[in-house]
Each structure stands twice: as structure tokens, then as C-alpha cells.
């Protein structure tokens, strides 16, 4: 069966960095776009980054532009999302969510999130 | 970037019911590429709708969604006591942002 499984979520000091991975199993992965989607704390839910199937493209949000970057890593079947100059308005839960297909970006599983907590 | 508005941000009913649940987009969606999702505490989104109109497998048949262009709506057509969550709708017709709307959170009456 299809798991996302999003691991390095933590605590972190503004203007620090921080790693997360989304570890697949269970699909063809260098077939599938990958998402990352975070939930600030009793809020809703923000789109944040995505990588197409082959890696060739990558799209972020206004708010992370600049400072997130994504990369994915087929042979081990795990998608990056580097976090530099966080703030303390990305604390979050990230989730990691795979796309349904090449032209239909709405996520069809979500690994279970990590939660990412930016202060000093 | 398209803009999704949900209403109500609460709604409060009983098992059995019937809840409508809207979606209003700030320009029109291609393609009707529109998702619902619910949410329990603590746990991530589950799928349920995907192109505006087909549940995803696994999603029981009370569940329905419907709409085109701006105005988009879930219906869940008896509730049942684990149906009460949060609902997300989101947008994934233009290219990026893949915006979602603030939620409905649907609660025991």
C-alpha cells in the first residue's frame, strides 16, 4: 500500500535551518509528483512546494520563495524540502502528499506530517 | 492566484442530517479541477472528492460533490457520527499556487 512517511521535524531558532524527507513506498515514485502542504497551528491548510515526477520543475509559494528548496533523491525514493531562514511564521505540521497523476495535482495520500517549530 | 472562500467556517448539526458544505472560487476553476478533503484532529487530510464530482475509492456514497466554474459544493447526505471533521476544498485547475480555502468545520448540534 501507498506511505509517505515525513521524518526531521523539530525545534529550530529563527533565521536557522532545517531538513525534511518524505520517504515513499508502496508506487512507482519517479512516476509521481510530490507535494509538501503545512498546517500552522489551528489553521488551515497552506500549499507549499511541489516537484514534478522527473525532478525537472519545482513551483513554491510567495511565502517560502527565495528561502525552501526541493529536490528529490529517486534511487532511495525520497523528496528534500531544505528550509533556510525560517521564521516564526513557518511553524507548522508538513505534510508530504503525492500527486494523482502528471496533469491532476490534487493529493491522493498524505504521509502523517512533521511538526516544525521555529523559536528562540 | 485563485482565491477559495468556504462557507459556513462553522456548521452545526445532528447525525442524520443533511450538510452543505460551499466552495466559492475568486475566478473560475478549469476543468472543475477541484478537490475536498476531510480532517480529524490530529490526523492529516483524507481525500474524498476530486474533480469536483468523483469520490474517491473508498468514500462512502452519503458523501457527493458537485458545481462548476466559481461555486462548488459538498453534500453529505445523512451525517454519521464520524463524519464530524474539518472539510478543505482546494483548487488545483491553474498552474501554482494549489490554493485550498480556510475550511468548514462541521460539529455535533
Known amino acids: 500500500q501507498v506511505q509517505l512517511v515525513e521524518s526531521g521535524g523539530g525545534v529550530v531558532q529563527p533565521g536557522g535551518s532545517l531538513r525534511l524527507s518524505c520517504a515513499a513506498s508502496g508506487f512507482s515514485f519517479n512516476n509521481y509528483g510530490i507535494h509538501w502542504v503545512r498546517q500552522a497551528p489551528g489553521k488551515g491548510l497552506e500549499w507549499v512546494t511541489f516537484i514534478r515526477y522527473d525532478g525537472s520543475t519545482e513551483y513554491f509559494a510567495d511565502s517560502v520563495k527565495g528561502r525552501f528548496t526541493i529536490s528529490r533523491d529517486d534511487s532511495k525514493n525520497t523528496v528534500y524540502l531544505q528550509m533556510n531562514s525560517l521564521r516564526a511564521e513557518d511553524t507548522a505540521v508538513y505534510y508530504c502528499?503525492?500527486?494523482?497523476?502528471?496533469?491532476?495535482?490534487?493529493?491522493?495520500?498524505w504521509g502523517q506530517g512533521t511538526l516544525v517549530t521555529v523559536s528562540s | 492566484e485563485i482565491v477559495l472562500t468556504q462557507s459556513p467556517g462553522t456548521l452545526s448539526l445532528s447525525p442524520g442530517e443533511r450538510a452543505t458544505l460551499s466552495c466559492r472560487a475568486s475566478q473560475s476553476v478549469s476543468s472543475s479541477y477541484l478537490a475536498w478533503y476531510q480532517q480529524k484532529p490530529g490526523q492529516a487530510p483524507r481525500l474524498l472528492i476530486y474533480?469536483?464530482?468523483n469520490r474517491a475509492t473508498g468514500i462512502p456514497d452519503r458523501f457527493s460533490g458537485s458545481g462548476s466554474g466559481t461555486d462548488f459544493t459538498l453534500t453529505i447526505s445523512r451525517l454519521e457520527p464520524e463524519d464530524f471533521a474539518v472539510y478543505h476544498c482546494q483548487q488545483y485547475g491553474s498552474s501554482p499556487p494549489y490554493t485550498f480555502g480556510q475550511g468548514t468545520n462541521l460539529e455535533i448540534k
Open positions: 474533480d469536483a464530482s
Open positions: 502528499a503525492k500527486a494523482h497523476d502528471r496533469s491532476r495535482n490534487y493529493f491522493d495520500y
